[in-house]
Structures are given as structure tokens and as C-alpha cells.
């Protein structure tokens, strides 16, 4: 799946921002930062109750903020389809990640860079979105870290192992150059900020992505003679 980051649009035009890709995305990435879990100060809830009658897209809700216990709820009701949290900004992931599914959303957790995925592998059966951060998060439009995906190969390997049914999110640096690489990692779900709204037509940007992501995919499951199950190619 394909999710661009609204991060990457222009503000004073999000409806139309997001109009602009519905023909093409699977889910609209919103990233939520609050100026203390994160320097950067974006959105909140209003923007995305707002959002969520301007577009049909599944809004993918990511807060990089402080006492995610306090907030998250909240995105849940404003009609969610996703709401990702951090693992760093919590102490109990799995009861909010049980609170999100008892408010009717999918759950996430996010693993920022200098973040260790390993302690987090037990938990995953009470997740339904692990996003691996490929930057350091707060800020659209910086440098692919390709080492953070060995984060999703261990991740990938774990899901496969325990059949679990869990999207392996990649945020950060997503795009022609580098999707092939988190795809072939593992990834199933790519967000793209830049590479999407930083392109003269978002749709046609969405479209060659998921393209290339499609085609490492097949070549990466022609190579181990697995399955592509992994990878949604619906459209
Ligand atoms: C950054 C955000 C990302 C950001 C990605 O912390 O979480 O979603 O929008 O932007 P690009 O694709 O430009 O790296
Ligand atoms: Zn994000």
C-alpha cells in the first residue's frame, strides 16, 4: 500500500491536497507532532475530523507526540482508520494498543531510529501496524536511512514465522530511488511525503511508486520462491 504524507502538501489546501491522490492512495498519512516529543509542531484533531469528511481515503494517523495515552482515543473517534503511537512516548503499548482496537481503530506502533526493534517482538500479535522509521522522525524531505532496514528484515522474518497479521509500515526518505530496497526488506505499507506532493501530478507519483514497489516485490518473492501475500496489488 501507498500511503502519502500530507506532511509534504500545502496546508492552506488540505481537502484539495487530498482529493489530488485518491485516485491513486491506499491510505492518507497524517502526521501529527506536538513540539516536545518532536521539535516540529504540525496538526491535530480538529485538522483530521476535518479531513476525515473532506476524503474517503483511510486516514493513517501518526502521532509523534508526548502521553499518546491522553490523545490517541481521540483520533479513534474523529474516524481513524489507523492510529500509530510511538514507542518512546509510552510505557504500556499494549493497553493503548488494546484501548485503539476497543475504539473500533486498527493500532500502531512506531519505532523511531536510534529505537531498538527487538524488545518490541512479543508484543506484536496486539498490533495491526508496525512502522519502522526510516529517518529520524519530526520532519518531511530528509536522507533514506537504508541501515534502519534491517529493523524491517527482523520484523518481517518474526510476522512470517508467528502468521501474524501485521502491516510493516516504512516512513521516511520513501521514494523512486529507495522504495525497491524497503519493499525487498520486507515492507508492505510506504509512506511517501516528498516524493508524492513534491511532484507536478501526486496521482502519476503514486502510480510509478507503486509500480516499482510492486515489481520488487515480485522479483524479491520470484528470488525466495515465496509467496507475495505480503503485498497488496489490488489496484
Ligand atoms: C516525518 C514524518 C513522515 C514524513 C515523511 O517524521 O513521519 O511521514 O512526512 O516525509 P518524506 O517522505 O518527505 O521523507
Ligand atoms: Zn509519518
Not at 500500500?1 to 491522490?21: Q, Y
Not at 506502533?109 to 519530526?138: C, F, H, Q, S, W
Not at 537504508?146 to 518481517?156: H, S, T, Y
Request: glycine share 8%; proline share 6%.
Amino acid at each position: 500500500m501507498i500511503a502519502p504524507s500530507i506532511l509534504a502538501a500545502n496546508f492552506a489546501a488540505l481537502a484539495d491536497e487530498a482529493r489530488a491522490v485518491e485516485p491513486a492512495a491506499d491510505w492518507l498519512h497524517v502526521d501529527v507532532m506536538d513540539n516536545h516529543f518532536v521539535p516540529n509542531l504540525t496538526i491535530g484533531l480538529p485538522v483530521v475530523t476535518s479531513l476525515r469528511k473532506a476524503t474517503p481515503l483511510p486516514l493513517d494517523c501518526h502521532l509523534m507526540i508526548e502521553d499518546p495515552e491522553r490523545w490517541a482515543i481521540g483520533y479513534a473517534e474523529a474516524g481513524a482508520h489507523n492510529v500509530t503511537f510511538h514507542a518512546e512516548a509510552t510505557g504500556d503499548p499494549v493497553a493503548l494498543a488494546r484501548d485503539l482496537r476497543a475504539a473500533g481503530t486498527r493500532a500502531g506502533l512506531a519505532i523511531d531510529r536510534d529505537t531498538p526493534v527487538g524488545p518490541y517482538l512479543d508484543i506484536l500479535p496486539e498490533l495491526d501496524t508496525l512502522l519502522i522509521m526510516t529517518i529520524k522522525a519530526g520532519l518531511g524531505g530528509q536522507r533514506f536511512l537504508p541501515e534502519l532496514l534491517e529493523k524491517v528484515r527482523l520484523v518481517r522474518r518474526h510476522a512470517r514465522a508467528g502468521h501474524l497479521e501485521l502491516r510493516i509500515e516504512v516512513d521516511g526518505g520513501i521514494g523512486e530511488d529507495t522504495i525497491a530496497a524497503a519493499v525487498e526488506a520486507g515492507a508492505d505499507t510506504l509512506v511517501a511525503g516528498t516524493a508524492v506532493y513534491g511532484a507536478a501530478d501526486p496521482a502519476e507519483a503514486v502510480r510509478r511508486l507503486r509500480g516499482l514497489a510492486v515489481a520488487a516485490a515480485t522479483a524479491a518473492a520470484a528470488a525466495t520462491g515465496a509467496a507475495t501475500a505480503a503485498v497488496d496489488t489490488g489496484r
